[in-house]
């Protein structure tokens, strides 16, 4: 099964078998912020205190995925495995889509 999370310029969507999870969400700046982990963070994964690092970004990140509705946590309910999470944003991204694209789970 495949899940996505889908941006475009301003907002973004979860969607488990081409079914939206929860309202479409507006990315704010505070969210790029967030999704720019720290440099303190990526240095920490890059030099090896990955795992203390890497839960602390992946929790950040799960809360932040989940929003006040829960919506990562539904979609994590409604899926099948196996789970296949995919990003999609459109060719030219914009900086918002940038964040999503780089955020630390694609490290």
């Known amino acids: 099964m495949i899940t996505e999370l889908v941006v475009d310029a301003t907002e973004f969507e979860l969607i488990v ?5 929860g309202p479409r969400r507006v990315v704010q700046a505070s969210d790029v912020d967030l999704l ?3 440099p ?3 240095d920490a ?12 970004v992946g929790r950040a990140l799960y ?3 989940d929003g006040d509705l829960g919506q990562l946590t539904r979609l ?3 899926a099948s495995a196996p789970l296949v999470f995919e990003v999609r944003a459109p060719a030219r991204p914009s900086a918002a889509a940038w964040a999503l694209l780089r955020a630390l789970w694609s490290f």
Request: aromatic share 4%.
């Open 17 to 21: 078998d081409d079914r939206r999870v």
């Open 36 to 38: 720019h982990a720290s």
């Open 40 to 42: 303190a963070s990526m």
């Open 45 to 56: 994964v890059r030099n090896g205190s990955k795992d203390q690092a890497l839960l602390v």
């Open 63 to 65: 809360g932040w995925l």
């Open 76 to 78: 994590l309910d409604e």
